[in-house]
């Protein structure tokens, strides 16, 4: 699915160079404006600003320092050609010496590998304050109550494009035989507990549950008015958001405030990163470099089901290895962590230690 796509970074996109393209109309922007965007990582406020200030424009401010100051939000429509090819760069990497020098990337205290790419699953983050939904002039974008999902209603939509225009990640998609843009819909259905499998609990989108890699988690938390998050401390999604912070979100000073959230990668140069996911990044790394105890048995939740976990329960286990991570004691035990449903069901029992199979010499070119 177009909506759903993974590009290669630095160079991947789609469509084409979507980020490079918005952060040098940003720049542009505070160029114009005579201002700077900057993070002050030392201004951190709890769920308010848990990374610290921003202290530049938002697409939405930037916007007044533009020639877009008729519009919402800063943005742009990609042309047919950057929309062509959903793979472009794929596999494709960067980081010879003289680029490390033309990029001026930071050396990190992590070992940074000399040439690097990764890659970046990009679907809509039905975010908080949706761009998308702010430039429809026929207000056919809504956002959920209940869950925060952002949908365009299809009757309603004329085709105007300025949610395409306006969407930071560039994620409806006007489709031409049809003259109406679509998105993402979050597979609600499935968040709803209406998917026949789901016995009426809300179950993970499709993407999340197809992912092989084992790499995606979804879940569902309550926010108050002002938009924070209730504190939930045994919901898997809020530990390792809020309380860890080891998930950080895509492009934070676009100010749209995605609720997708991204493990950086540990070998990609941090000033790369922190451009991407905010200042967090360092953090985040450190955390998720030498996991706590909690952390390390919580990992353990993705894709151990598709039924969405509310809440875990950790069961200690014995000691079961020790060593050194940046010149620190590091300990790992085998604990157990349990994952509920909504309705309080057990939906998963994973231990740390994964159980061994050693295949019979006689299969050992078996697949
Ligand atoms: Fe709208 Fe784009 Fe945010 Fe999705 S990612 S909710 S399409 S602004
Ligand atoms: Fe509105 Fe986007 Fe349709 S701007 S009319 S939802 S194409």
């Known amino acids: 699915m177009w909506w759903n796509n993974v590009e290669t970074k630095p160079y991947g996109g789609y469509p084409q160079f979507w980020d490079a393209r918005l952060l040098g109309m940003l720049d542009q922007a505070h160029q114009d404006a005579g201002r700077e965007a900057i993070w002050d990582p030392s201004q951190r406020d709890g769920d308010q600003r848990p990374y610290g200030a921003y202290e530049g424009m938002t697409i939405f401010e930037a916007a007044r320092h533009s020639e877009q100051r008729e519009e919402v939000a800063l943005g742009y429509e990609p042309t047919d050609e950057q929309w062509r090819s959903p793979n472009i760069y794929e596999d494709t990497a960067t980081g010879s010496r003289d680029q490390r020098d033309l990029l001026n990337l930071m050396p990190a205290a992590l070992p940074e590998h000399e040439t690097w790419f990764f890659y970046l699953q990009r679907l809509c983050n039905h ?12 207000q056919a974008i809504y956002k959920r109550q209940e869950d925060g999902i952002v949908l365009i209603d299809q ?10 225009m306006q969407c930071p990640y560039k994620k409806p998609m006007f489709r031409d035989t049809t003259r109406v843009t679509e998105k993402c819909i979050a597979c609600y259905p499935r968040i709803e507990g209406k998917d026949p499998i789901s016995e009426g609990e809300p179950m993970e989108t499709r993407c999340m549950a197809a992912c092989v890699g084992k790499i995606r988690l979804q879940g569902l938390v309550e926010v108050k008015e002002d938009g924070s998050w209730v504190e939930d401390r045994d919901n898997p999604l809020y530990y390792l958001i809020k309380t860890e912070k080891i998930a950080l979100p895509l492009y934070p000073q676009f100010g749209t405030e995605p609720n997708g959230y991204y493990i950086p990668p540990r070998w990609a140069p941090r000033a790369y ?13 450190e955390k998720y470099s030498a996991p706590s105890r909690e952390l ?11 039924t969405i976990a509310f809440r875990y329960e950790i069961i200690e286990g014995e000691k079961v290895f020790e060593t050194t991570i940046n010149g620190k004691k590091w300990e790992m035990f085998n604990d157990t962590v349990v994952g509920y449903s909504k309705s309080g069901k057990e939906i998963a029992r994973v231990s740390v230690e994964e159980p061994t199979y050693i295949r019979p010499g006689k299969h050992y070119n078996a697949i």
């Open 273 to 285: 990163l922190r451009q991407m996911f905010g200042p967090g990044v360092d953090e985040a790394l």
């Open 127 to 138: 975010c908080t304050y949706p761009a998308c939904l702010a430039a429809c002039p026929r």
């Open 296 to 306: 390390l048995a919580v990992l353990q939740l993705f894709r151990a089901s598709q």
């Open 155 to 164: 009757e309603r939509c004329r085709g105007y494009r300025k949610c395409v």
